[in-house]
C-alpha cells in the first residue's frame, strides 16, 4: 500500500466517525435516556395455548367466605304512633281543624260563616252527609250553649268532629287465628287487597314490622304476581325483619296458588300470622272478583280469613271512594288502611269511607318509612286535625 492509499484510507476512517457521532446526536434525548419510543410492531407471538379452568377444589371449611349475616332490624313498637301524625297532619298544607277554627273563632258567626264551615268541611272529602250532620249540631250547640271564647269552641268542634269518626268502632286488626277442629290454633289470614299503587305491598311490610314488634311470628305471601317487582319489594320488606317470604319465581303465576302455599307454611310451621299481598287490578269487576274469589276460596282450604284490608290512598278523594265501592262489593272488607294521609290536608276522607263501606278505618299511612304506619285511634286522629 501506498503512502497516498493510507492517507485515504485515515481520511475516509475520520469521515465515518464525524458522520456516526452526528447520527448519534440526532437521535432524540428522551430515547437516548429510555424513554418510550416509537414502537416496531411486535413480532407475532404464538398464543400460550388458553389455561384450563380450575378445577373447583372443595375448599376446607375455615376458607369458605360465608356471606354477610343478614341484619334483621328491630321494629319500633306500634304504640303511640298515631301522635306523630298531629305534625304530619299540621305540615300538610292547609289542615282542616286550624280552618275550622279560624272561622268559628270570629265574633259572630253570619250566614257567610257557617257556609264557609261547610265547604271547609267537603273541601276535606268528609263527605256530604258527614259534613251536614256536623254542621246541623254544632250549630245548634253554639246557639243553645250561646259559646264565644276559642277553647269552648275548640271543645264543642272536638266532639262533633269525634262524633262523625266513630270512637265505637272496632279497630283492631284481628290476628289472632282461629283454633282448628283438633285444638290447634290456626294462623290469622290477612288479605291485603286494593288498587295498584295505593301502598298494598308497603302496607303488608309495614304490618310486618308492626307484628314483629309485638313478638308475633309472620309470613308473608307474594300473590301479586303480575308485577314482578313486587315479590322481590316484599322479600326486601320481610327479609329485614327475619320474615319469610312465599312466592313464586314465575311471571303472572297463579296468585291463587301463591297465597294458598303462604297460608298452608303458616299453618304448618305453627306461624301467628299470614299476611297475603294481592295484585288487584281493576281492570273490570268481574275479573276482580273471579281473582279474588279464588284466593279466598283457596286460601280458605288452609285456613280462614281473618281479616280482608282494603288499602285507599287519601290523596285520591272521590276516586278512591268509588275503588272503595267496588272492592267492597267484591272482596267482604272488614278494615280500611288509608295510606299518604301525610300528602293530604284531606283527612276528612276517613269520615266519608267508613261511611260508604261501613267498615272502620284501622290502620293509617303516614309516611314512606319502615315505620310510619299506625293503628288508627279517632281521638288522636281529632286532636291530628285540630293541631
Ligand atoms: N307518603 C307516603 N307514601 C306512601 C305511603 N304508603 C305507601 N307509599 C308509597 O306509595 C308508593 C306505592 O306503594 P306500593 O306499596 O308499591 O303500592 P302497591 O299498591 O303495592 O302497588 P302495586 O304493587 O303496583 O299494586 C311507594 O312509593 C310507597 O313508598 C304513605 O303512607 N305515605
Do not use: C, Y
Not at 320474615?243 to 310451621?269: C, H, I, M, N, Q
Not at 286460601?299 to 287519601?314: F, G, K
Request: glycine letters at 10%; zero cysteines; hydrophobic letters at 45%.
Amino acid at each position: 500500500m501506498r503512502v497516498t492509499d493510507l492517507l485515504w484510507l485515515w481520511i475516509l476512517l475520520g469521515v465515518l466517525v464525524v458522520v456516526g457521532g452526528g447520527a448519534a446526536l440526532l437521535v432524540p434525548r428522551s430515547r437516548r435516556r429510555g424513554g418510550a419510543a416509537p414502537q416496531a410492531p411486535a413480532p407475532a407471538v404464538e398464543e400460550p395455548p388458553a389455561e384450563a379452568p380450575p378445577v373447583a377444589v372443595p375448599a376446607d371449611d375455615a376458607t369458605v367466605a360465608a356471606p354477610p349475616a343478614p341484619v334483621v332490624e328491630t321494629p319500633a313498637p306500634a304504640a303511640g304512633r298515631l301522635v306523630r301524625l298531629r305534625d304530619r297532619l299540621a305540615r300538610s298544607g292547609s289542615p282542616l281543624g286550624a280552618r275550622l277554627l279560624s272561622v268559628l273563632s270570629r265574633d259572630h258567626l253570619t250566614e257567610d260563616d257557617w257556609d264557609e264551615l261547610e265547604e271547609t268541611l267537603l273541601l276535606a272529602d268528609i263527605g256530604a252527609g258527614p259534613a251536614g250532620e256536623l254542621m246541623e249540631s254544632l250549630r245548634t250547640r253554639v246557639r243553645v250553649l250561646g259559646v264565644r271564647d276559642a277553647d269552648s269552641v275548640r271543645q264543642l268542634l272536638r266532639e262533633e268532629l269525634l262524633k262523625i269518626v266513630d270512637p265505637t268502632l272496632d279497630r283492631e286488626v284481628a290476628t289472632h287465628g282461629p283454633l282448628a277442629d283438633d285444638g290447634t290454633r290456626l294462623p290469622a289470614v290477612v288479605l291485603v287487597v286494593g288498587v295498584n299503587g295505593t301502598g298494598k305491598t308497603t302496607t303488608v311490610g309495614k304490618l310486618a314490622r308492626v307484628l314483629v314488634a309485638e313478638d308475633r311470628s309472620v309470613v308473608l305471601g307474594a300473590a301479586d304476581t303480575f308485577r314482578a317487582a313486587a315479590a322481590d319489594q316484599l322479600q326486601t320488606w320481610g327479609a329485614r325483619v327475619g320474615v319469610e317470604t312465599v312466592r313464586s319465581d314465575r311471571d303472572g303465576a297463579d296468585p291463587a296458588s301463591v297465597a294458598f302455599d303462604a297460608v298452608k307454611k303458616g299453618r304448618v310451621d305453627g306461624t301467628d300470622v299470614v299476611l297475603v299481598d294481592t295484585a288487584g287490578r281493576l281492570q273490570n269487576k268481574a275479573g276482580l272478583m273471579d281473582e279474588l274469589g279464588k284466593i279466598t276460596r283457596v286460601v280458605t282450604r288452609e285456613a280462614p280469613l281473618s281479616e280482608v284490608l282494603l288499602v285507599l290512598d287519601a290523596t285520591t278523594g272521590q276516586n278512591g271512594l268509588n275503588q272503595a265501592r267496588v272492592f267492597g262489593e267484591v272482596a267482604g272488607v272488614t278494615g280500611i288502611v288509608l295510606t299518604k294521609l301525610d300528602g293530604t290536608a284531606k283527612g276528612g276522607i276517613v269520615v266519608a269511607v267508613q261511611r260508604e263501606l261501613g267498615v272502620p278505618v284501622k290502620l293509617v299511612g303516614l309516611g314512606e318509612g319502615p315505620d310510619d304506619l299506625a293503628p288508627f285511634d279517632a281521638e288522636q286522629f281529632v286532636d291530628g286535625l285540630l293541631g
